[in-house]
């Protein structure tokens, strides 16, 4: 899979650690930066994933900051995207399974790594249902 990851200063050292693990699981990784922990504003590299995403250029996008909150509410500025702020592997599955989510955002701040590597397994295996859910799917997207 093709994923493109970014994060802010407060998500940067989980967001390396996370870009690794990707590549180890053998995915396709866009890291759209930064490069440092510099201070920087989240909806800058939210835009970037987001844009990677709705433009075909990734398959999944993955955004890191400190709560995951800000980032998911700029991605979802996006036309495209259904992102969605994620901090246990439960409603990692559910917003696959119920939301088609594809972008995540995660808490660099509150949530382990360890424990972000667990929802990212289950965000990037986890199939959509469909089903009942596609029309509300589609009742989201109609509102881009
Ligand atoms: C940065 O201090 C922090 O506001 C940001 O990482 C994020 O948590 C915003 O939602």
Redesign the pocket.
Known sequence: MIISIAS????FEQKQQLVDYLVAKGHQVIDQGPDTDDRVD?PDYAAKVANDVASGAADRGVLV???????A?AADKVAGIRAANIINPQFAALCREHNDANVITL???FVTLETNQEILDVFLTTEFGGGRHAGRVEKIMALD
């Open positions: 802010d200063h407060a998500g989240y900051c400190g709560t995951g909150i800000g980032m509410l808490s660099g701040r």
